[in-house]
């Protein structure tokens, strides 16, 4: 079974600075998918940024990108610039990108980094 | 764009009752789930929906759950008898095939 394991509980910034929050995973798995949700006190869960197993190139979302470090198991998400509106409950997420099996479909989520934003 | 939507956006129900969630998945999705997420706590996968039937569940949804699509928009979970530790919000999500996954706004479900 995967596991997604976030080891910083919470990180804050200064407005207009850069951060960058972690996450390990572990999977026996050679093709796969790692996303980041962002989820803001209304508890919505909205998709921030993706990155496909196969793909070298680190993904990049205006002020999100990634640092995908496939052998290491790791997949963090650095944020630009931030923003006061960037506060909120960041998860990394796994999801198999097999078809069919025991595991197809399913996201497996990290504990969630809560990140606080200092104007 | 299209958005998954959840009704109620908060439920309160006795300890013991039946309770339904109600998702409509966007519209050209074919792959349907919830998760659960206790206050504080991680999402957790719960079920997930394809064709008609479930695909897979976790060890969460025993046999007081169930999942429906009674008809071509709706997509119901149903706790037959409630207890506290049920109380949670709820997300229902859609995608198709590898794309991302789409989340709804959540059910808040209280259990009193």
């Known amino acids: 079974a995967q596991t997604v394991t976030q080891s910083q509980p919470e990180m804050s910034v200064q407005e207009a600075e850069t951060v960058t929050l972690s996450c390990t995973y572990d999977t026996s798995e050679s093709d796969y998918y790692l996303f980041w949700y962002k989820q803001p006190p209304s508890r919505q869960m909205i998709l921030v940024i993706r990155q496909e197993a196969y793909k070298q190139q680190n993904a990049t979302e205006n002020r999100f990108s990634v640092n995908f470090q496939k052998a290491a198991k790791s997949f963090s998400l650095k944020i630009s610039d931030s923003q006061l509106g960037d506060a909120a409950m960041y998860f990394c997420?796994?999801?198999?990108?097999?078809?069919?099996?025991?595991?197809?479909?399913?996201?497996?989520f990290g504990q969630g980094t809560i990140l606080t934003v200092h104007p | 764009e299209p958005e998954v939507t959840q009704t109620p956006s908060h439920q309160v129900t006795q300890m013991g009752q039946e309770v339904i969630l109600r998702c409509v998945p966007i519209s050209n999705h074919l792959y349907f789930y919830w998760y659960r997420q206790i206050l504080g706590q991680k999402v957790e996968f719960l079920v997930s929906?394809?064709?008609?039937?479930?695909?897979?569940k976790s060890e969460i949804f025993d046999d007081q759950f169930s999942v429906e699509r009674p008809d071509g928009s709706n997509f119901t979970l149903k706790i037959r008898s409630t207890k506290l530790e049920d109380s949670a919000m709820y997300f229902c999500?859609?995608?198709?095939?590898?794309?991302?996954?789409?989340f709804g706004d959540g059910t808040r479900l209280s259990i009193l």
């Open positions: 999500a859609s995608s198709i095939s590898n794309q991302p996954q789409h």
């Open positions: 997420a796994y999801r198999s990108a097999f078809t069919g099996g025991t595991s197809y479909g399913k996201l497996t």
């Open positions: 929906f394809y064709n008609n039937e479930i695909s897979e």
